[in-house]
C-alpha cells in the first residue's frame, strides 16, 4: 500500500466523546470514504469498514480469510504489549473455527451447530434461570451498593460456559476467577499469565479426561464422540474450541448484561413498559445488541486477493476492520442511531457479525439476557445506579467495550 | 411463492427459524430444514426478511 499520505492517517481504535455512544469520526469518515484507511496500535495501515451495506458484504465475501496468525492481521496490541501478553495470547489465539476458512472452517462449524439449535437453547433455559436467581441472591445479600458485574454480569455466563462445557462443579469456582483474571483491570500482567496458564492447562485435562473414559452428556462430551465417529478435529483443536467457547460467550454477555441493565435503568419508561409485558424484551434487546455492538474490532479479515469495495481496492494481504459499532450506527439504515428505541425492530444490525463466521453462540446469548433483564426486573424492581451513569468506569480501553464496575442499590 | 434452503451453505445461525418458524426449522444438526417450499401469502414477507438476514446466503426466493 503506498503510504505517501502517513500523517493523514487516522489511529485506530479512536476515543469516544461519549461513553455511549461510537466515536464522533466515524461517522465522519462513513460520510468521507467508507472503507478508510486507519494506522492500528503495532503501526500497520489497515482498512476501517464503516458502512452497514458494505460490511455485510465484505464479512460474506469468500475472498476475506479469518487467520488471526497472518502477519498482516489487525490486532488492537502495539508490539511491546503483544511481547507482554505472550502467554494469555498463546491460550487465546489457540487453533479453533474462528481462524478457519472455506470448507474446513465448514466441517469444524458443522460438528458444532446442532449444540446451538433453537430447540437445545431453549432446554438449557431452566439452568439459566437457576443460575441467573442464585446469582441475583448473592447480590441481594451483599453489602449495599453491591457490583452487579461482580455478582451477575460475570457470574451468569461464566456459570452457563461451565454448564455447557462439563465442568465439574467443585471447579467452578477456580474457572470463573481465572476467566475473570483475563480481563481484570486490577491483576498484574504476571498474574494474567497465570490465569491464562491455569486456564490452558485446566482445559486441556477436561478434554484428555473427557477423550479417556465414558462419553459425557455435554458439549465436549459429544463433540468427541461426534469426532470419532467422523474425525474432523485433533485433540488440541477440541481444546482450542473449549477456549474459543469461553472466549467467545464470557466478556460479551458480560459486558452486553451491564451495559443493557444501565440502558434499562436510565429509560424508566421503556423499562417499566418492559416490565409490565416482558414480550416487549425480545426486540428490545436486539436494540440493545445494535446500539452497543460491543465487539467492536474481533470481525477483522485478511484479503486473499484485491477487493474493490466503496471506491477503494483493498488489496491482497491487507487487513481489514469490519467495526460493527460504526455499521450499526449506520444512519441510512438506522434512522438517528443515536437513540435506543427499543421498538425499532433492529434485527438485522451485525452486533453478532456477518457471514459464515457470524457468532454461533448468539441464540445463547440472547436467552441468557432475556432471562437476565426479566428476572432482574422481576424480583428487583427497586434496582438503582449507586452512582451517575456517566461517572461508571467504561472499557475505553478492551477489546469489547463494556463497563468494569456497575454499583448499585437493589 | 417457492423457496431453496441450501443445506450445505447453512451454518446454523437460525436466524430465518427466528422471523419465519412457520416456514423454516433446524434438522438435529442445527442445519436448516424447511417446513414447507412454498409458503402461505401470510408468512411472504417473514421468508423475505429471513432472505435477508441469513448470514450465508443459504434460503433463496426462486418465485415470488
Not at chain 1, 166 to 194: C, K, N, T, Y
Request: charged share 25%; with cysteine.
Amino acid at each position: 500500500m503506498t503510504e505517501a499520505f502517513d500523517h493523514d492517517i487516522p489511529s485506530f481504535p479512536m476515543a469516544r466523546e461519549c461513553p455511549m455512544h461510537p466515536p464522533a469520526e466515524y461517522r465522519k469518515l462513513r460520510g468521507q470514504e467508507p472503507v478508510s484507511r486507519v494506522r492500528m496500535p503495532d503501526g500497520q495501515v489497515a482498512w476501517l469498514v464503516l458502512k452497514h451495506d458494505l460490511a455485510r458484504k465484505l464479512l460474506a465475501d469468500p475472498r476475506v480469510s479469518a487467520d488471526r496468525l497472518h502477519p498482516a492481521f489487525p490486532g488492537r496490541l502495539t508490539a511491546e504489549q503483544r511481547a507482554a501478553t505472550e502467554r494469555v495470547r498463546r491460550l487465546t489465539t489457540r487453533r479453533s473455527m474462528i481462524h478457519l476458512d472455506g470448507d474446513e472452517h465448514g466441517a469444524h462449524r458443522r460438528i458444532l451447530t446442532g449444540e446451538f439449535s433453537l430447540r437445545r437453547i431453549a432446554a438449557l433455559r431452566p439452568r439459566v434461570q437457576e443460575i441467573v436467581d442464585r446469582s441475583i441472591d448473592e447480590m441481594l445479600a451483599a453489602p449495599q451498593p453491591a457490583d452487579l458485574v461482580e455478582h451477575v454480569s460475570q457470574a451468569v455466563p461464566s456459570l452457563v460456559i461451565c454448564e455447557l462445557l462439563g465442568v465439574p462443579h467443585e471447579q467452578r469456582r477456580d474457572f470463573h476467577e481465572w476467566a475473570g483474571m483475563l480481563v481484570s483491570r486490577s491483576v498484574s500482567i504476571r498474574e494474567r499469565a497465570a490465569a491464562s496458564d491455569a486456564l490452558n492447562d485446566f482445559l486441556e485435562d477436561l478434554v484428555t479426561e473427557k477423550e479417556r473414559g465414558e462419553p459425557t452428556d455435554d458439549l465436549i462430551g459429544r463433540l468427541i464422540a461426534r469426532n470419532r465417529q467422523t474425525p474432523v478435529m485433533t485433540h488440541d483443536e477440541i481444546v482450542g474450541t473449549a477456549v474459543m467457547l469461553l472466549v467467545a460467550g464470557h466478556q460479551t454477555t458480560a459486558n452486553m448484561i451491564s451495559l443493557g441493565v444501565v440502558a434499562l435503568l436510565e429509560n424508566p419508561e421503556h423499562k417499566a413498559r418492559i416490565a409490565a409485558d416482558p414480550s416487549l424484551l425480545p426486540p428490545a434487546i436486539e436494540e440493545m445488541l445494535r446500539y452497543f455492538s460491543v465487539v467492536e474490532n474481533a470481525p477483522a479479515r485478511i484479503a486473499t486477493e484485491d477487493i474493490a469495495i466503496g471506491g477503494v481496492t483493498i488489496r491482497k494481504n491487507e487487513g481489514i476492520v469490519v467495526s460493527g459499532l460504526a455499521a450499526d450506527w449506520d444512519d441510512e439504515v438506522f434512522e438517528h442511531p443515536d437513540r435506543l428505541d427499543f421498538e425499532r425492530g433492529a434485527r438485522h444490525h451485525v452486533a453478532f457479525g456477518y457471514g459464515v463466521h457470524q457468532c454461533l453462540g448468539q441464540n445463547l446469548a440472547r436467552v441468557e439476557l432475556e432471562i437476565v433483564f426479566e428476572t432482574l426486573l422481576r424480583r428487583v424492581p427497586g434496582l438503582s445506579l449507586a452512582v451517575p451513569a456517566e461517572e461508571l468506569p467504561y472499557k475505553d480501553d478492551a477489546g469489547i467495550y463494556g463497563i468494569y464496575r456497575v454499583p448499585v442499590n437493589c | 411463492m417457492h423457496i431453496t434452503a441450501d443445506r450445505g451453505r447453512c451454518v446454523g445461525a437460525a436466524q430465518c427459524v427466528l422471523v419465519a418458524p412457520a416456514v423454516f426449522d433446524q434438522d438435529e444438526e442445527g442445519l436448516v430444514a424447511p417446513v414447507t417450499v412454498d409458503p402461505a401469502g401470510a408468512d411472504r414477507p417473514a421468508v423475505r426478511q429471513a432472505v435477508h438476514l441469513c448470514p450465508s446466503s443459504a434460503i433463496r426466493i426462486d418465485e415470488e
